[in-house]
T-cell receptor
Framework: DAGVTQSPTHLIKTRGQQVTLRCSPKSGHDTVSWYQQALGQGPQFIFQYYEEEERQRGNFPDRFSGHQFPNYSSELNVNALLLGDSALYLC??????????????FGQGTRLTVV | LAKTTQPISMDSYEGQEVNITCSHNNIATNDYITWYQQFPSQGPRFIIQGYKTKVTNEVASLFIPADRKSSTLSLPRVSLSDTAVYYCLVDNTGGFKTIFGAGTRLFVKA
């Protein structure tokens, strides 16, 4: 049973470009959340997708957008990249959020470097 | 969402028991306490979760006092491979709008 898989593992982009990151959730999971983790800091919540809609969003600008497909996989898109967007981007999946006792499974992340 | 406070770093030696305490004074009635472990350049990995009293699994124990304003993650007989960052999270939304703090960096020495 494959866990959460993310692609690509590493990516280098130039300022102003756009990037798309991909996530396949753990088998049986229907909810995907995205996080940004800068070096030396904890993950910061970007947004959550469930039933192909954005359900919750953290404090990130509209340059960050996403999508969830019928097979529950998800994409994170970042437009007009800034140097400060360089980070490890993490995807987490779980079953339909029920409450505080829901366990999230994280992928290995995509390391994005903006130059 | 309740804010958590953890020590920035801790050192230990192989074979010792390590206890990491997390303060969450503003925890709400329906909040759960969850601990994650993260190695460099990897995603966080679930360790243990609890609501009250004591929870134990194959890798750790979680102690939660009656007032739930703090919790302690206990790692028995740590090894070098336990060197990682440990995050304490308090949340009632299924963990998806979760505030990860800076975590506790545990260094296990030989």
């Amino acid at each position: 049973d494959a866990g959460v898989t993310q692609s690509p593992t590493h990516l280098i982009k130039t300022r102003g470009q756009q990037v798309t990151l991909r996530c396949s959730p753990k088998s049986g999971h229907d909810t995907v959340s995205w996080y940004q983790q800068a070096l030396g800091q904890g993950p910061q919540f970007i947004f959550q997708y469930y039933e192909e809609e954005e359900r919750q969003r953290g404090n990130f600008p509209d340059r960050f957008s996403g999508h969830q497909f019928p097979n529950y996989s998800s994409e994170l898109n970042v437009n007009a990249l800034l140097l400060g967007d360089s980070a490890l981007y993490l995807c987490a999946s779980s079953l339909t959020p029920r409450g505080g006792d829901t366990e999230a499974f994280f992928g290995q992340g995509t390391r994005l470097t903006v130059v | 969402l309740a804010k958590t406070t953890q020590p920035i770093s801790m050192d230990s030696y192989e074979g010792q028991e390590v206890n990491i305490t997390c303060s969450h004074n503003n925890i709400a009635t329906n909040d759960y306490i969850t601990w994650y472990q993260q190695f460099p350049s990897q995603g966080p990995r679930f360790i243990i979760q609890g609501y009250k009293t004591k929870v134990t699994n194959e890798v750790a124990s979680l102690f939660i006092p009656a007032d739930r304003k703090s919790s302690t993650l206990s790692l028995p007989r740590v090894s070098l491979s336990d060197t990682a960052v440990y995050y304490c999270l308090v949340d009632n939304t299924g963990g998806f709008k979760t505030i990860f703090g800076a975590g506790t960096r545990l260094f296990v020495k030989a």
